[in-house]
């Protein structure tokens, strides 16, 4: 069959069929495998998540004991890649240290075979555990110091924040920490899903999956958007600066980070937890002016844009939970990816279990029959 219809960002087409997660852009509902977000950011666990999205299924203790195990002692990496990355001009974005690093995994892993569980199970047990280890070793070597070595007594998100701060964290900060990478795990055929799929369907082998999609999820249209919220929200500075500042925005139509999306067009529920998360930070460790600025951006926002179904995404109070972690501005992006990598791999399995490689067409505008002019001529 042959559809020749140009759509922009092919918004409204089916790229896959997938049963990993589901949005409802107008009731404002997120499902991972049928279950809601919210209670998932209740009662789950990063890790369980994980494993839900990418196995299908919730597991038995016995199952989520032996994954947590597996991963935890999967967590140091590799010498030739601490080496590597201490060669990363250090004033280089973590986001690219990062898509390398991944990417250099697969020179250690290359084997390509796809059919085999174990396999699958090891690259993902690898790319969970080691993907926290390289953004929180980048941190430190870029600063001059030694990477910090992963704690086997720690859980997943403790570990990451005492690898970046070399201080066990708070356990409601490391809770709060976990319930982000849970909300960020996973979201139907977003930019770098659909980059992962694409990589995946070359049947490449999951390292070049990854560091595809870690590629995808940079840019300020995506996962970077967190790290403009900051810096916008700094730059208009006070609550009075509010409306001027989206007032200039609209009208040089310029968009505003952190706000908006193809599919929510109601607030994102994510958007509501994370604001949750934020007041909890606040209520233990001292609030912070720039939330007062955020909740009076989405109050006018919503007054300017509300008709055009523009309200805040997953990105536009993440970056304060961040900040008041103690989390530089441009880990922010990383941090994502550490959580998304759960998406990745779940979309990887599920199109290799029913795998057509990505081929689409285009509408050629161009030229015909041009007669190649010699270089004098030109
Ligand atoms: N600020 C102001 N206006 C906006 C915004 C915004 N953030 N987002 C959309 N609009 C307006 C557009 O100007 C357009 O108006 P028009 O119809 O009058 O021309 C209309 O809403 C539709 O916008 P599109 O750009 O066509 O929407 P699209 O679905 O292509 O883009 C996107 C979605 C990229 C998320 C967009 O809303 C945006 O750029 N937001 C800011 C960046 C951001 O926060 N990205 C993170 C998204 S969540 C994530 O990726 C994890």
């Known amino acids: 069959m042959m559809v020749c219809e140009y759509q922009p960002g092919l918004e409204g087409i089916a ?10 852009g107008q009731k404002g509902i997120l499902e991972y495998r049928g279950i809601r977000i919210e209670e998932l950011a209740e009662k789950s666990t990063f890790l369980e998540t994980a494993y839900l ?40 974005h973590p986001m690219d240290a990062l898509q390398a690093s991944a990417a250099a995994l697969g020179l250690f892993y290359s084997r390509r075979d796809l059919h085999n569980p174990i ?49 066990e964290p708070d356990p409601l900060a490391a809770r709060i920490f976990d ?25 490449t082998d999951p390292y070049a999956v990854v560091a595809s999609a870690v590629g995808t999820l940079g840019g300020p249209l995506h996962g970077g958007a967190n790290e403009e919220v900051i810096q916008m929200l700094e730059e208009i500075g006070s609550i009075a600066n509010v409306r001027p500042y989206l007032e200039d925005c609209l009208q040089r139509k310029a968009k505003i980070m952190g706000f908006g999306h193809r599919v929510y067009k109601v607030k994102d529920p994510r958007a509501t937890i994370l604001q949750d998360l934020a007041q909890q930070l606040f209520a233990k460790f ?64 599920e199109q290799l279990a029913e795998n057509r490689i990505f081929r689409p067409t285009q509408v050629y505008n161009g030229l015909h029959e041009i007669a190649y002019t010699a270089i004098e001529e030109r």
């Open 286 to 349: 001292g609030s912070d002016k720039y939330y007062d600025i955020a909740v009076e951006m989405e109050r006018v926002v919503e007054e300017k844009l509300g008709h055009k179904g523009i309200y805040p995404n997953v990105d536009f109070y993440s970056g304060l939970v961040y900040a008041k972690l103690g989390i530089p501005t441009d880990l922010f992006t990383p941090i994502f990816a550490i959580a998304r990598v759960t998406g990745w791999l779940a979309h990887w399995k």
């Open 15 to 24: 790229a896959a069929q997938s049963s990993i997660s589901n949005v409802d």
């Open 53 to 92: 999205l990418i196995w299908g299924q919730l597991p038995t203790s016995e199952e989520l004991k032996e994954f947590e195990h597996e991963v935890r002692h999967h967590r140091r990496i590799k010498y030739r890649i601490r080496d590597m990355m201490k060669c990363f001009p250090e004033s280089g």
């Open 179 to 203: 319930v982000c990478l849970i909300l960020h795990a996973e979201h139907t055929m977003n930019a770098s899903t659909f980059s992962a799929r694409v990589t995946a369907s070359t049947l």
């Open 119 to 167: 396999y699958i199970r090891d690259a993902v047990v690898r790319l969970l555990a080691t993907i926290p280890t390289m953004v929180a070793a980048f941190q430190l070597m870029r600063k001059g110091n030694d990477p910090v070595r992963p704690r086997d007594d720690l859980d997943y998100s403790a570990n990451f924040l005492y690898m970046l701060s070399e201080k």
